[in-house]
């Protein structure tokens, strides 16, 4: 019977974020103005007032889900991970609550990598979509057959859950894809409103900023394992673990394969802290006997 705790990515964010816990908790408020010194603006002003759009800005989207995440875990006083995961950004406040990284250098990294992450989207016009109900070879099969007959990149990005995957690429390659998708039986090919090819060869420079932003920060013997995107296993190594964060950025979120290995080590209760319920939802279409709940 082992717990785990997970936390969620970028599509999280509400206005007026985090706003309860500013208001009814000390140590939440101090967390909230220490993450305004580190960032050098006050984005408890963006979470508590920002329109949607605004909280829609990857500078701001990326520091606001990380910051709301680690308060609502925090908030939990019996927390005691024997496993933690985080879907995409989500991974960062994984490795706080394990112990890997500091609260403040790890939001030093989320700035960091969400500014990379916007400047490469400027640099190459690109886009994703959201495919339901096709077997991901088949997912796969058609993003490496568009690729090869158009020089277009389309790639697999996030492996939600059996019959959900995102896929990622240059916009001519995911429409095309889109398109392929829907003729080979998908339910939905849908272009979602994201800014850029998140999770491929288009986050290319941004990988090159982050990483020598990674290799200049302490990281620290995790108390428990975290199961990384990029390699949906046990990772306790801390080499291993820079490495897995880095290649993150153009490598798939492999979170189906995340959570089944999980399970195979022993998890039978999750537990998402952070804002939304969108990884509670997935772990259940995952395993429907899994206990899963949530703190925001």
């Not at 991901?136 to 389309?154: R, S």
Request: proline residues 4%; negative net charge; aromatic residues 6%.
């Amino acid at each position: 019977m082992k717990h785990a705790y997970i936390f969620p990515g970028q599509g999280s964010q509400f206005p007026g974020m985090g706003k309860d816990h500013y208001d009814n908790s000390a140590f939440a408020k101090k967390l909230f103005e220490q993450a305004n010194e580190v960032l050098g603006f006050r984005i408890s002003d963006v979470m508590f007032n920002g329109s949607e759009d605004d909280l829609k800005q990857t500078n701001v989207t990326q520091p606001a889900v990380f910051l709301h995440s680690i308060i609502a875990y925090r908030s939990i006083e019996s927390a005691r991970p024997d496993m933690v995961a985080g879907h995409s950004l989500g991974e960062f406040s994984a490795l706080v609550a394990n112990g890997t990284l500091s609260f403040d250098d790890a939001l030093q990294l989320v700035a960091i990598r969400a500014r990379a992450m916007q400047k490469a989207c400027a640099m190459n016009p690109s886009t994703m979509a959201a495919v339901l109900g096709l077997a991901d070879e088949i997912v796969e099969e058609t993003c490496a057959a568009v690729q090869k007959e158009t020089g277009e990149i389309v790639v697999p990005a996030n492996y939600n859950c059996p019959g959900q995957l995102v896929i990622s690429g240059t916009i001519k390659g995911i429409e095309i894809a889109c398109e392929r998708m829907k003729a080979v039986g998908a339910k939905r090919a849908l272009i979602l409103p994201v800014g850029g090819a998140f999770h491929s060869p288009l986050m290319e420079p941004a990988k090159e900023e982050l990483q020598s932003a990674i290799e200049s920060i302490n990281f620290h013997t995790p108390a428990c394992a975290v199961y990384q995107n990029v390699a949906a296993k046990a990772v306790m190594d801390k080499e291993e673990i820079k490495q897995n964060l880095i290649d993150q950025l153009t490598g798939a979120v492999r979170w189906t394969q995340s959570v089944q290995a999980m399970i195979s080590d022993g998890a039978s209760k999750f537990t998402e802290a952070g804002p939304g319920k969108v990884l509670q939802g997935l772990v259940l279409k995952i395993d429907k006997v899994m206990q899963a709940e949530g703190v925001n």
